[in-house]
């Protein structure tokens, strides 16, 4: 039952938390007004009260959807809270109007329309800004899951990496330029290659030498399951990448057996985990 709830998307709990808001409120609400209805001497039936307040917060509900739609767009951020508000010079107006028409239509109030309006835009200014916390907060679980799921793709990539490379066979290797000397280095103890125009610097336990090769002709010969591109410039053997630390902004840190960090690039990130879904597919 948990697991069933925990992969349920964000917009499930959403719809559900904004019912179970609306239903709640808009039944407290009646029962006060009734309540206040009494006390002035006036009757107000029970389908009346929740006619009445059940309008009045149902008309927050396009409300809702457009801070969920500027999140969305500009992201959970400072953007976001930015446009958040911007959209909030007009919502919480046009909000305080209507709840003031709908007073009018179920209590007559003669009270003027302006001043109305004044009454109720505390309220109003109150249950914006809550709509935008719990659209933050959803976002912001969203960001979270869509994390997690790119982080168990890039294990799955890990994995399939350190079974390539795990079963012994004949080596093969590069002739690498180190000083003077051009050694023999195994393509299976590389970490990564890194772009240097007309040449691909090799880095593997601990030391460095240059392959005359661009990175684009290395990558065309190179098993895809083992090697991966994490930017324009690098290529990284995933069989040695010891960590993988999400970025703020989407993009992944890879720290590689022998200490080195690598940085992935959203772009190739995205890349990576297309060609895993296409394979799990």
Known sequence: MLARLSAAPTAAFVWAFTAYSWTVTSVSAAWFARRLATARGQT??????????GGIYAAWLPAAGLVWLVLRRFGAGAR???????????????????????????????QDLAARMLDRTPV????????????????????AREARARNAL???????????????SEAERL??????????????????FGAADNYVVVHWAGREGLL?????????????RLFARAHRS????????????????????????GGDEVVTSRTYRDAL??????RAG
């Open 44 to 53: 107000l039936s029970v389908a009346a009260s929740l006619l009445w307040q």
């Open 80 to 110: 976001g809270i930015a446009a958040c508000f911007a959209a909030g010079l007009a919502v919480v107006p046009l909000e305080a109007l209507a709840a003031g028409l709908i007073d009018r239509a179920f209590i007559g109030d003669s």
């Open 124 to 143: 109003c200014l109150l249950l914006y800004s809550a709509i935008v916390a719990v659209g933050l907060a959803a976002a912001h679980h969203r960001r």
């Open 154 to 168: 890039l294990e799955t990539a890990l994995a399939q990496a350190r079974a390539v490379a795990a079963p012994p």
């Open 175 to 192: 002739m690498v330029m180190s000083g003077a000397r051009r050694i023999p280095v195994e393509l299976g103890a590389v970490e990564w």
């Open 212 to 224: 005359r090769a661009t990175l684009q002709s290395l990558e065309a010969r190179l098993d895809p």
């Open 234 to 257: 690098s290529l990284v053997n995933l069989a040695h990448v010891r960590e993988a630390r999400p970025l703020s902004d989407g993009s992944w840190r890879l720290l590689m057996a």
């Open 273 to 278: 985990l297309e060609r895993l879904g296409g």
